[in-house]
């Protein structure tokens, strides 16, 4: 996540996309920021959207849960308009590009602590080549009184899915028999 104005990032190392994880993504951002952005410009993932529409999106029931909880405003990207999400996407060209190039990790963890000090002492700590300044700075001087509060309740994540049950009574739960 990248916070528009500053260019403060945030970045966390994940398996895969699934609704779950996405919306713990967010939650984790918003704790590290210390608040919450007033509006979040989301691609067009299935992790966030139902039916990728501009004027009448249709949202993942949990993603939009979270977004009423955090009370932050959904602006969905344009189907087809890459250039609407050209913060987001330099700043992963920016991570693979930086980050990853050249280095070994010897485990998750390796990864996760070397991203996270990668991220406070190099990536928010650099002079950004479009703003000409330092993230870290922007963000404590200008944006981080303009981000909302955290809930004073902290947000469970609860998935609802549809499940057949068997013909011997059981369902399956990501690929495995209850």
Not at 2 to 24: A, G, P, W
Not at 102 to 127: A, G, T
Request: net charge positive; with cysteine.
């Amino acid at each position: 996540m990248r916070l528009s104005y500053s260019r403060l990032d945030y970045y966390e190392i994940v398996n895969d996309q699934r609704v779950e994880i996405f919306l713990m993504c967010h939650i984790n951002a918003f704790r590290d920021f210390g608040g919450v952005p007033k509006l979040v410009k989301i691609d067009n993932l299935k992790a966030a959207m139902v039916e990728a529409n501009f004027y009448e999106p249709v949202y993942q029931r949990a993603y939009k849960t979270l977004n009423e909880h955090y009370a932050f405003e959904i602006i969905p990207c344009r189907v087809r308009k890459p250039q609407e999400k050209g913060k987001v996407e330099a700043g992963i060209k920016y991570v693979k590009g930086n980050f990853f190039k050249r280095r070994e990790f010897k485990s998750r963890e390796d990864v996760e602590e070397q991203l996270r000090d990668w991220v406070k002492y190099k990536c928010n700590s650099r002079i950004h080549g479009t703003t000409k300044k330092i993230p870290q700075e922007v963000f404590a001087n200008e944006e981080r009184r303009l981000l909302k509060e955290l809930p004073l309740e902290a947000y469970t994540i609860s998935i609802l899915a549809k499940r057949k049950v068997c013909k011997d009574c059981h369902i399956t739960v990501e690929g495995s028999y209850y």
